[in-house]
């Protein structure tokens, strides 16, 4: 047989010449005058189309995305006016304006991506094929432009009627005034707010204190919203439930839950108590392992652990083998909604909240819509007021969202009598339905980047404690936070969540000692609000063991809470943009085949193992990364095409324990954050000062066992470096050796706006001796971990200092003499030797202002003594020791709250 390509090779040498002789003449005279006269304009049309994409058409879809986003914002809010049955046509017209949107997001990012990427030089032959490809890209970006304004232009003509009639209506609707004015309503009621609470109160505490001996349960069952979460907290936070227990334990388990994470967080919790670290190996125990630990834990306890929001009627069957009867009254008390949870309960005391009675609901009322006339309310309102309270029906969250709104109007007779005539008492009487009205109302009034940054609580699952730091990053990642001129973006996204705050769309669970909110949620029927809103707004799709396996339509965010390595395709072809897999066992396969290359922000959080995808490369727009689990490595490497993501502000490895960072990083120049645990950097040593854009370096480690004196060289170069990021924040470091003190006292002195501070040494005999000339003046915390020949005297000249914390430090009683006056410190913490003197004295007149103290591991100190008019403002006092030493002179201390004070002290 013949070679097929020797044949092929034989034609095209006698096709040549003929199509040259032949065919190329004819093409001259007849074909190409022909195609010049139709492509020529297309041409010029394709040149202007690219050179108008960066100052003119860009700017116009920018604005013409905001647009939309306002328009959807209405077309929402009049959907949710309008009912089911008659919203159909306007929740049509939101997808369209929200697939409109997605396109022009698209659009915008592909182009911001491409021409934030430097042109190869058309001249350069090696370049000439990027060149073109570049300019193809253009086009093309200028193409989907002109078809998207075709687009919008065709949904403007086709609304605009309905629009129009729509407000018509509206503007007709006998209940508009009632839909306007509950928007900005309060949602929760303060516990001092709180009426009709103090008989079953009073009832719970005997329940907890007295009784029988063996191990008992205890449930309050309410609807959501009724309060009963609120009388809880009272009850445990009581004075005479706090002194009875030897440990209490607050557990939020709402739905669904998983055994193993509670028990940890049981774990984590009692170790707290003891005031110790949990041993690592809690977070690898399985179910037994984690039973068996709790019960050695609470062996020797009497105990009160409270279950809050139990919805499933098989969790005591679940748990119980956790609970440990020693016959010493030990308690459990849960919360439900369901009547069903709390009878399934073994040996337990029912009690069932109740609505309001008349009188009370007055009470709560006039409390707040009355709150400047201390509570009470003028007497010729009295009719009224009690007519509007009597539609409320005895539900606390109607009543404090009713007064709180006539709080803010002009509470004369006839705007009061107006307002009642407009409140519809049957749908204040569905309860549920009432609540969810309310809701929504409060959620129409927020600003279109507000809305998103709430919307954005509904990912993560029902009642989850949020740090506010990482959602701000995440907020800022997705573009929700707008600039402000003079303030960082993170400043400004504090801000917005301090608005959602304030308009209690968001709870604060808890404070640090200067206010700031430490951990914040969403009630639980806030949440489910927020589900709705996801539906409607294709803001987020919630994948679960329970709901969803599947995806289908168009959204923005994926949250996923089981494991499916079905759901790749489907990913894959959907307009995803911020990924989110929590509290699930990843699979190698899909972890290392990231579903989508245009994501902006990636979370994955695995309760076991996590395997670290190694094509970071292709996420070219991605911004915020946060990796949450133990990496199947001891050591991980992070590999070296993170340096390929340039447009990376927040790489979060807290739990990448042992984890060495390549130098391709400092490539990411737009880093902001870089936070670890035990990350090594000395790669970095010539390179990290071009990270200038940094604001958090955290959990660095700087020695490593290699080559001692080399090392010592690399790591003393890297700190060097350090002095070169003038934006930073926050810096962690730890592996401190005292040979780097010189240098890094120099590089911190650079750092002026520098407001938390933490120094580890390399280990507890290795000296701190950092000599600041020029400290950053609006410091607020600091951390120091080694010893100290004296008191640094920079530290007292620290006018914003809030928090100190030192540990090994060996101090004496001179140190104290420097501290006593800081009139800003709130918190002091001594651990672990961090005080060398036999006696701590606490005189008259000394830390005035100081609210928290901590005294740990002192173990030279032989007597502790409070003077009366020493620490005038100390609220918590916690004191861990291992002699027979007690604090005496407590008694003086006017302010302490009983509930936070932890003494622990054997023999």
């Known amino acids: 047989m013949c070679d097929p390509c020797a044949s092929a090779h034989s034609c095209v040498r006698y096709l040549l010449p003929l199509a040259r002789d032949h065919l190329l003449p004819v093409a001259r005279k007849y074909l190409f005058p022909l195609a010049l006269d139709h492509l020529l304009p297309i041409l010029k049309e394709a040149v202007n189309m690219i050179r108008g994409i960066p100052n003119d058409e860009i700017a116009h879809m920018k604005h013409e995305l905001e647009t939309i986003e306002e328009a959807i914002h209405q077309a929402d809010k009049m959907a949710d006016a309008e009912g089911d049955d008659q919203s159909h046509g306007t929740r049509e017209k939101i997808k369209q304006l929200i697939e409109a ?4 997001q698209d659009v915008i990012d592909k182009y911001i991506i491409r021409e934030e990427q430097h042109l190869p030089d058309p001249g350069c032959v090696d370049a000439a094929s990027d060149y073109a490809k570049t300019k193809i890209l253009r086009l093309q970006i200028a193409h989907d432009i002109q078809n998207i304004k075709s687009r919008i232009s065709e949904i403007k003509d086709t609304s605009s009627k309905k629009d129009h009639e729509a407000s018509s209506s509206s503007a007709t609707n006998p209940n508009a005034t009632l839909l306007r004015n509950l928007q900005n309503a309060p949602l929760y009621m303060d516990e001092y707010d709180v009426v009709g609470f103090e008989v079953p109160r009073d009832k719970l505490v005997d329940c907890l204190v007295k009784g029988r001996d063996k191990l008992t349960v205890v449930s309050v069952v309410a609807m959501g919203g009724q309060g009963k979460t609120t009388l809880a907290k009272n009850v445990f936070d009581n004075n005479t439930v706090v002194k009875h227990f030897d440990c209490r334990v607050w557990i939020t388990v709402s739905q669904p839950y998983k055994l193993e994470g509670l028990l940890k967080d049981l774990l984590h919790k009692l170790y707290k108590q003891m005031g110790r670290d949990p041993p690592p190996s809690i977070d690898q125990m399985d179910r037994d392992s984690l039973v068996y630990e709790v019960r050695t834990n609470l062996q020797q306890k009497r105990y009160v652990v409270v279950f809050d929001d139990v919805w499933n009627i098989h969790f005591w069957d679940e748990i119980q083998l956790a609970m440990i009867d020693k016959k010493n009254g030990s308690k459990i008390l849960i919360t439900t909604r369901n009547m069903d949870v709390a009878k399934k309960f073994s040996s337990v005391e029912v009690h069932e909240l109740k609505s309001l009675t008349k009188e009370q609901s007055l009470d709560l009322f006039n409390k707040i819509a009355f709150s400047d006339l201390d509570g009470c309310c003028p007497e010729n309102l009295i009719e009224t007021s009690s007519k509007i309270v009597e539609k409320c029906n005895g539900l606390p969250l109607a009543i404090v969202v009713i007064s709180g709104l006539l709080s803010f109007k002009n509470r004369n007779a006839l705007e009061l009598y107006k307002f009642n005539e407009n409140i519809i008492s049957s749908e204040l009487k569905g309860r549920h339905s009432s609540i969810s009205k309310i809701l929504g109302h409060s959620y129409h009034d927020l600003s279109y980047n507000l809305k998103s940054c709430l919307l954005y609580f509904g990912i993560f699952p029902e009642d989850s404690e949020l740090c506010p730091k990482p959602l701000i990053r995440q907020w800022i990642a997705e573009g929700f936070v707008k600039d402000d001129w003079g303030r960082t973006l993170e400043e400004v996204a504090e801000g917005y969540l301090t608005e959602l705050i304030h308009r209690n769309l968001v709870q604060v669970v808890s404070v640090s000692v200067d206010g700031r909110t430490k951990y914040c949620r969403v009630h639980d029927l806030v949440h489910a609000m927020i589900l709705e809103k996801f539906e409607d707004l ?46 699930s066992n990843l699979s190698e396969s899909f972890v290392r085949k990231i579903p989508t290359k245009l994501l902006k922000v990636l979370v994955l959080k695995d309760d076991e193992l996590l395997e670290v995808p190694e094509d970071f490369g292709s996420l070219i727009h991605l911004k915020y990364l946060e990796l949450n689990g133990t990496f199947r490595k001891n050591c991980y490497v992070i590999p070296i095409s993170i340096g390929m993501v340039e447009n990376l502000e927040t790489l979060d490895l807290r739990f990448a324990f042992s984890c060495k960072m390549p130098k391709e990083i400092c490539k990411l120049r737009k880093l902001r954050h870089l936070i670890g645990n035990n990350i090594t950097l000395s790669g970095l040593k010539d390179d990290i000062g071009g990270l200038t854009s940094l604001q958090t370096l955290r959990g660095i480690y700087l020695y490593e066992y290699e080559d001692y004196e080399d090392d010592d060289n690399r790591v003393t170069d890297l700190i060097q470096e350090l002095g070169k990021l003038k934006q930073l924040r926050e810096l962690a470091l730890s592996g401190v050796k005292t040979s780097y003190m010189s240098v890094l006292s120099s590089s911190i002195n650079k750092m002026q706006l520098l407001e938390k501070l933490f120094i580890e040494s390399f280990d507890e005999y290795t000296f701190i001796d950092m000599h600041l000339n020029s400290p950053p003046p609006m410091l607020r915390h600091l951390k120091l971990i080694g010893r100290l020949e004296k008191l640094p005297e920079w530290i007292p000249k620290l006018k914003n200092l809030v928090k100190l914390k030192l540990k090994h430090s060996d101090l004496k009683h001179d ?43 002192l173990f030279c100190v032989e007597s502790i003594h409070i003077d009366e008019g020493a620490l005038p403002s100390l609220e918590t006092f916690e004191f861990y020791h291992t002699q027979n030493v007690f604090p005496t002179g407590i008694q003086h201390l006017k302010k302490l709250k009983l509930k936070d ?3 622990l002290s054997k023999a």
């Open 901 to 903: 004070v932890s003494f």
């Open 538 to 583: 294709s803001f987020c799709k919630t994948i679960n063991v329970d709901g969803q396996s599947t995806l289908t339509g168009i959204t923005r965010r994926l949250s996923i809470t089981t494991n499916s390595d079905k759901l790749m395709e489907s990913i894959n072809s959907s307009h995803v943009r911020s990924l989110f897999y929590i509290n």
């Open 815 to 857: 140190a104290m003499e420097l501290l006593k006056s800081m009139t800003n410190l709130l918190t002091l913490s001594l651990r672990k030797n961090a005080f060398g003197d036999k006696r701590i004295h606490f005189q008259d007149g000394w830390f005035k202002n100081l609210k928290v103290l901590i005294l740990a591991l």
């Open 101 to 104: 949107s997605f396109r022009i």
